[in-house]
């Protein structure tokens, strides 16, 4: 299992971001994955990771994009990514784009994980997956919303609130882990 993100860094009295860096790491023993240090314009992509057949890889929902997806997938790794509604559009067996929020708002039990099976497109290919959500106890629940509130740019609608609720990955391992241990996992 290989976790990885990007932070930025300042140099001091910055007044904005010198430089990214973008790392991941084995979490069986904390080494070094991969380090990788970028201008400011440098964004986060599942792109610059090399992944190896047999890893999962977690990732957060800025790598949540098709061609991220496919990144991890081609060499026969395994992504658990958090879901971002704005970049990762999810398509049914049929060809029909999934309605993520729908999901959520049929979901009204807490601490229970629901899954759904759900495609990527990148091109013309298809890469197979799953949506696993959990939607938060009330009191995890609350801290989200306030959260969303806060970094929102602007008033926060009602549908990232509902979201907030919730734990979303999309992630391509199909039947090693169940639901529960996909979202435990992440």
Not at 14 to 35: F, P
Request: hydrophobic fraction near 40%.
């Amino acid at each position: 299992v290989i976790a990885g993100d990007a932070t930025t860094v300042q140099r001091p009295g910055s007044k904005g971001t010198t430089a990214r860096v973008h790392y991941a790491m084995r979490l069986a023993d904390l080494t070094a994955r991969h380090i990788e240090v970028t201008d400011e314009h440098g964004g986060e992509t599942a792109r610059r990771f090399r992944a190896v057949k047999g890893e999962v890889w977690l990732l957060d929902r800025g790598y949540a994009n098709p061609p991220g997806v496919a990144a991890i997938r081609t060499p026969g790794a395994h992504i658990i990514v958090r879901h971002n509604r704005g970049t990762l559009p999810l398509y049914d067996k049929g060809g029909e784009r999934l309605d993520v929020a729908a999901l959520l708002r049929a979901t009204a039990d807490r601490d229970q994980p629901h899954r759904v099976r759900a495609f990527v497109h990148v091109g013309d290919k298809r890469i197979r997956g799953r949506l696993c959500w959990l939607r938060l106890p009330e009191h995890k629940a609350e801290a989200a919303r306030r959260r969303a509130a806060r970094e929102a740019d602007g008033p926060c609608d009602a549908e990232t609130l509902h979201t907030a609720e919730f734990v979303v990955v999309f992630t391509t391992v199909l039947h090693e882990l169940t639901a529960a241990q996909v979202l435990e996992l992440y």
